[in-house]
């Protein structure tokens, strides 16, 4: 009886499991191309608008967002408020840190 519930759970759980984890090769391609294009309009805006020092900081922020956009679909963190309400914050607390100790910049 015990093993028999032990061997209909462990198969539960690998139906779940491979579900979870199917692979869609057209959802990943245009996660891809997507991702790519992304990150690839803003490095070329900001190698245009930025400092070689300040593009170092900023490519690293999109690059996170752009993985929770294109890459984690259904994450709750991959929705527009909090993406946006994330990098409003962290910019806010960097204008707060260089504005109370301006040696940091440097």
Known sequence: ???KKIKQGWIASREILLKETLVDVY???WSFIDAF???GIIAFFQS???SNYENVFLIGSFGASSVLIYGALQSPL???RNLI??????AFIRVVI?????????
């Open 78 to 80: 991959s929705k527009p």
């Open 37 to 39: 294009a992304g990150i």
């Open 1 to 3: 009886m015990v093993k």
């Open 85 to 90: 309400s994330g990098h409003v914050i962290s």
């Open 98 to 106: 260089c504005n109370f100790e301006p040696h940091f910049y440097h």
């Open 48 to 50: 245009k608008l930025l």
């Open 27 to 29: 959802e990943h391609t």
